[in-house]
């Protein structure tokens, strides 16, 4: 009669093991940032409040997906292999592209003589002075067609980084177009 209080001692041990140790490992797993979650997206996702009606200036293109890039006052290499980015990604888009825009913002001192000695048909917009603060890192962005900024890809050095860096924002913007029912 002794064991049978043992037995269902050792049941009622597996019985936590069976329920509590997941529980506990994923705890563990998750607060030591074990574990990177579904996110496939490649570039940064901004914060959501963040748009054009905020930043107080009118949506250039309104019902349409947007590449932004803020022209500098120079614009040397890097500037150059972005632009040249942007405009291929324009072209990988394929069927896509009418669907996309892409749009150099320029401000009083920007550099559009290299612009136009690119020979790349952008649309040129004014940026106001809050949207150029925000852009001041030579930044890729994503924006939807509701006038909210929500991807931002960093300037890279290189010619490959710039091109890695074009593969991966045509993928998201693919993702985003095939998801998106507006625009």
């Given at each position: 009669?002794?064991?049978?209080?043992?037995?269902?001692?050792?049941?009622?041990?597996?019985?936590?093991?069976?329920?509590?140790?997941p529980i506990a490992v994923a705890k563990l797993v998750?607060?030591?940032?074990?574990?990177n979650g579904g996110a496939t997206n490649k570039g940064i996702l901004l914060p959501s409040d963040i748009n054009y009606s905020n930043l107080a200036m009118p949506n250039p293109k309104p019902h349409t997906w947007q590449m932004l890039y803020l022209l500098p006052k120079r614009c040397e290499q890097?500037?150059?292999?972005?632009?040249?980015?942007?405009?291929?990604?324009?072209?990988?888009?394929?069927?896509?592209?009418?669907?996309?825009?892409?749009?150099?913002?320029?401000?009083?001192?920007?550099?559009?003589?290299?612009?136009?000695?690119?020979?790349?048909?952008?649309?040129?917009?004014?940026?106001?002075?809050?949207?150029?603060?925000?852009?001041?890192?030579q930044q890729l962005v994503i924006v939807d067609p509701l006038g909210s900024l929500i991807m931002q890809y960093n300037q890279v050095a290189g010619r490959d980084a710039n091109i890695a860096q074009g593969k991966a924002m045509i993928a998201d913007l693919r993702k985003m177009l095939k998801l998106s029912r507006v625009g």
């Open positions: 009669m002794n064991s049978q209080p043992k037995k269902k001692n050792n049941a009622l041990l597996i019985l936590l093991a069976v329920f509590v140790l998750l607060s030591f940032d074990l574990y890097t500037c150059q292999d972005q632009l040249y980015v942007l405009h291929q990604s324009y072209i990988a888009l394929g069927k896509d592209r009418d669907r996309v825009v892409p749009i150099i913002l320029i401000n009083h001192d920007s550099d559009t003589r290299t612009l136009n000695n690119l020979n790349m048909a952008f649309e040129q917009v004014t940026a106001n002075k809050a949207l150029a603060d925000l852009l001041t890192q």
